[in-house]
């Protein structure tokens, strides 16, 4: 009987080996085709025919990417509306996750039902009221008005998400705090912020994404000339066709960004993923 468990312990263990390597080939193939079609010729992105690997390596579409449309511009943009939706919304997120978990008000419950059931709004179904109403605050075409719509979508996420974090951090440890000459606010700021860190990072991360990402209340609010990133890859499709090979380089470029975020918080983003699933 013992020499037969460590042959059933591997079968399953390959099969979930095997499933994570499939998982891994669906998901990364097209990341893979991006950068293949960004770097091989023009011609050969429309080929009837591709090939998996490329068979040529050129930067001439990257050249293009960069001439046929104002890029900094729409990327500095975004990046300002993106880093300001992140800052905003985990300073307001922090205090109302803090107030939901650790103060008791009437309403409470109703407060976290209400955060839920707003996350369930399809966002198509706002668009028009959004419109109406950044026109009437005379926020279209604005940057500060793309800032506050993204706000209201990443803003329930947020508080849910810290508020699991802050629950399970023990009340005993700013209690102790307390005891020994702390005010509440510098029981936080000593002993429940800097656990709260990887949390942080987390929902920065996915703001962050959320943001620079985000596409049709960027087509829908701003205006050509105030365009995002998202919404400039769109001047590859003219009433001549589609460029590929130049978007996928546009694509690529605008990818960097997220990898160089991902490669500098990868350690605090595991575990701001795991650390606050536990209790809420």
Known sequence: MSTLAPGRRRKPKLGWNL????????????????????????KDAID????????????????????????????????VVSLSV?????????????AISRFAFRGRQAVIVGILAVQM??????????????????????????????????????VWTLRGFIVNIPKELEEAAMVDGCSRTGAFVRVVFPLLAPG??????????????????ALMLMSQEHQTATVWL??????HG???????????????PIVALFLLVQRKMAAGLTAGAVKG
């Open 200 to 217: 942080m990072v987390a929902t920065s991360v996915y703001g962050f994404i959320l943001s620079w990402n985000e596409y049709l209340y």
């Open 242 to 256: 589609t460029e590929y090979a130049p978007m996928m380089a546009g694509a690529t470029m605008m990818a960097v």
């Open 121 to 158: 709004v399809p966002l198509v179904s706002m668009i028009i009221p959004v419109f109406l109403l950044l026109n009437d605050l005379d926020q279209y075409d604005r940057l500060s008005g793309l800032v506050i719509t993204y706000l209201t979508l990443i803003l329930p996420f947020t």
């Open 19 to 42: 499933l994570g390597l499939l998982v891994l080939v669906v998901t990364g193939f097209p990341i893979y085709w991006m950068l293949n079609t960004a770097v091989k010729p023009a």
């Open 86 to 98: 992140v800052v905003i919304g985990v300073v307001i997120g922090l205090l109302a996750a803090l």
């Open 234 to 239: 769109g001047n590859f499709t003219t009433k």
């Open 48 to 79: 009837a025919d591709p090939s998996l690997l490329p068979t040529g390596i050129t930067l001439d579409n990257f050249r293009r990417a960069l001439d046929i449309a104002d890029f900094w511009g729409p990327v500095g943009r975004s990046l």
